[in-house]
């Protein structure tokens, strides 16, 4: 995964946490595409299970380096549409 896309969901996490936002997979599909992100196959995202699967992802890789606050912050700003947590 390419790390820079990981920094932006970051960063997109601590702007809306620090908002007291959140946003669902198929808002941050949306997001991705309109920035310039695409998937690992070179297409859009379409806010299904592979944005969820995303989400979880750069939360773990997060979590597992020890980067505690922002793995948090991935946890509580990214929704399900049942309003769930994302990552899990």
Same mark, same amino acid.
């Given at each position: 995964?390419?790390?820079?896309?990981?920094?932006?969901?970051?960063? !997109?996490?601590?702007? !809306?946490?620090?908002?007291?936002?959140?946003?669902? *997979?198929?808002?941050?599909? #949306?997001?991705?595409?309109?920035?310039?992100?695409?998937?690992? @196959?070179?297409?859009?995202?379409? *806010?299904?299970?592979? #944005?969820?699967?995303?989400?979880?992802?750069?939360?773990?890789?997060?979590?597992?380096?020890?980067? #505690?606050?922002?793995?948090?912050?991935?946890?509580?700003?990214?929704?399900?549409?049942?309003?769930? @947590?994302?990552?899990?």
């Amino acid at each position: 995964m390419d790390i820079s896309k990981q920094e932006y969901i970051s960063n !997109l996490a601590t702007f !809306l946490v620090e908002n007291k936002k959140v946003m669902s *997979g198929e808002e941050l599909a #949306t997001h991705l595409n309109r920035n310039g992100f695409s998937t690992g @196959y070179g297409s859009k995202y379409k *806010g299904g299970r592979g #944005t969820y699967k995303l989400i979880k992802s750069v939360w773990s890789s997060y979590e597992q380096v020890g980067k #505690t606050k922002e793995a948090s912050n991935i946890a509580t700003a990214f929704v399900k549409p049942n309003g769930g @947590y994302a990552y899990k």
